[in-house]
Every structure is written in structure tokens, then in C-alpha cells.
């Protein structure tokens, strides 16, 4: 298998690897991401003949064992226009923020965007001087002896293409920033989504302000049970 062959599939074949990472069947992919069978087959060969392999068990042991983003119980409904915006913003900047008081459906918005396959990091039960371990943690990088935490994060991201999304950082902003920074300068195949009440302050930052979800809208109409799955970046 081509150390760099992931640099050579699409946006949705990212998808789908993601998806065999988990085992999933092609019937399950294809509900997953509103495909016909067919289709996910087709991606499948492709992703076969890409790694170079005969079978999908050694597909599966190129996807990055990283956090996946939480599964919502509840289907994404309203907020059109701040999803259309954010999806634009992440194909356009490699840092994205999104902005707003606590409660008004950042993280929400988040992790109902992040493609397939994106690393999840939740930073609320996160302390400030644990944050590197944390975000380590989430793409699962083990440390070891000699070598700076941040610089095994930086190896683990270095050949990666994909999302990491950073949640509820407003506690220890000031050492996100610094780390995101690093990232996005010897990573550059990884785009980082954060949610935060306040911006990182990066010269690279898109921010977004979540507004308040209009008052006519109940949180019953916000939320309605959902029965399937949705997908949850590259790989």
C-alpha cells in the first residue's frame, strides 16, 4: 500500500473509507450517505484499486483511529443558512470558529457539519495545562520518551488529510490558539473547526456567529427524534 494514496481519492471516497472503517456494509454506507448501493460499489473499487489491496479488512486499517464526532439523537432541523455558510467556510479556510453564548447550538451546528471521518476533541472536562494531552488523546497519538507531546500530534496530523473539530474552547483559549496554530502550519492537509464563545485570535480565523434560533421555532421543531444515522472527515 503507497504511503500517500490517500492524497489521490475524492471528497466522497473519504467518506466512504471512513465509513469501511467501521465496519460498515455497503447497504449501511449507502443509507448513511443518501447513495444507491451501486454507487458505494463503485466507490469501494475505486478505493481498492487507489490503496493497491484485494479486500476491504486492509481498507479498513487505513482510516486513523481518531474520536469520531458524538451521534445525535435528534435530526438537525432549521438553521439552513448557518449550515450552507459553514460548509462554504470550511471548503474555503483551514481555521473556522464558530462564535456565540453558551447554550445557542454551537456544538450542535458542529458536529451536524463535520464530514465522515473527522476527529473529535470535547473540551469542556478539559483543564487548562491538559489540553495538548487532550487533543492527543482524540487522534490517538501515545507518547512517548524523549519526544514533546505536541511534536507526536504534529507526526500523527503531518500525512493526514481531514477535520479536526475542537469544542466548547473558550475556558482555555489560550491554549488552543497556540496549538491550532502549530497544526495548521506543519499539517496543511488538516482544517480545524472550533467552537468557542470567544475567537481563537489566529491570523488564519473565519468566524461565525451562531445566532439565537428564532423564537417561533420550539425546541420540539429543533429537535425531532431521528431514525437513522447520519455520517460523522477525510481520511
Known sequence: MSANWRETISAREAEVLAAIGEHQTNAQIAERLH???????????????????????????????????????????????????????????????????????????????????????????????????????AIGV??????????????????????LVVDNCEHVNDEVGPLVERILAGCPGITVLATSRERLGLPAERTLVVPPLARRRSARAAHRPRAGRRPYVRS
Open 142 to 163: 501515545v507518547e512517548r520518551q524523549g519526544q514533546p507531546l505536541t511534536n507526536a500530534i504534529l507526526d500523527q496530523l503531518g500525512d493526514q488529510a481531514g477535520v
Open 35 to 137: 447513495l444507491s448501493i451501486r454507487t458505494v460499489e463503485s466507490h469501494v473499487s475505486s478505493l481498492l484499486r487507489k490503496a493497491g489491496v484485494t479486500d476491504r479488512r486492509s481498507l479498513a486499517t487505513a482510516v486513523p483511529r481518531w474520536v469520531a464526532v458524538p451521534w445525535a439523537a435528534s435530526s438537525f432541523v432549521g438553521r439552513a443558512t448557518e449550515r450552507t455558510e459553514l460548509l462554504t467556510s470550511l471548503t474555503q479556510n483551514r481555521l473556522v470558529s464558530l462564535l456565540g453564548p453558551g447554550g445557542v447550538g454551537k456544538s450542535r451546528l458542529a458536529m451536524e457539519v463535520a464530514p465522515a471521518g473527522a476527529a473529535f476533541v470535547d473540551l469542556v472536562p478539559v483543564r487548562a495545562g491538559f489540553v495538548v494531552p487532550a487533543v492527543a488523546a
